[in-house]
């Protein structure tokens, strides 16, 4: 039987008067890469600080493995792993420092952290990268170390918001597979969010997201059946399309 690991019900935020998430439903299994697509301003953002707690819902509920995010914080935050669009790590801290603290912060004690600091930059292809500062890496490999340490806990949800900003088109498509493989290998769900239509596969459960809406929501070939679109660059342009 397959969980649940994200479950959003009826999620709404405003900014003042604008309203950034309209009455938001989604629902992520164990093991899945979700994506989320939707153009600049869509609600991206804002969704991942209210997965993270940094925003507090107008309205709405958010389930992580059968935890309520606000009444039971702690255990449904030891279920997520974070990477944000911008970058968080120290850059003048070597790659092994940057996840050390984050194992301190999670309370791993400081042997297990070091097995598991070797463990995830092995992983990453990083381990020889261990003692060398971040600012010495280039993006792809920040991105990776960022991706080691969110794993570092041992999380079975994890949140990337525009996890492959800035990075060439190789690098790109190695991320977003080494995402995929976790999913398929370890049963880990990924949210990722994205405006990068190519980053989405065809067997993908997805969700399109636009001015804090849900314009569309399932696996991406049911949805091209169903919304009549030959691929789904067409779809996003029929339902993203402003009305005439
Ligand atoms: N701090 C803020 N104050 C007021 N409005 C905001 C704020 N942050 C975001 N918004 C508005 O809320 C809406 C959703 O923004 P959000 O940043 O969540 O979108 P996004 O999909 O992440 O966009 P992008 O791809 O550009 O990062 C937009 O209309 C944006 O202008």
Redesign the pocket.
Known sequence: MTHSALSIKNLSYY??E?C??NELSVDIAEGVFFGLL????????????LLTRLLKPASGEITVFNYALNKQANQAMRNIGVVF?QSTLDLDLSVAQNLAYHGALHGIAPKEVRIRIQQELTRFDLADRRHERVRNLNGGHRRRVELARALLHRPKLLLL??ASAGLDIDTRASLNRHLRHLCRDEGIAALW?T?LIEEIHEDDQLLI?N??RSLAQGQVQTLLSKHDAKNLPALFSQLTRPAA
């Open positions: 900014y003042g604008r950034a998430l939707g153009p600049n301003g869509a609600g991206k953002t804002t969704l991942m600080s669009q918001d525009e969010t405006h997201l001015g804090g």
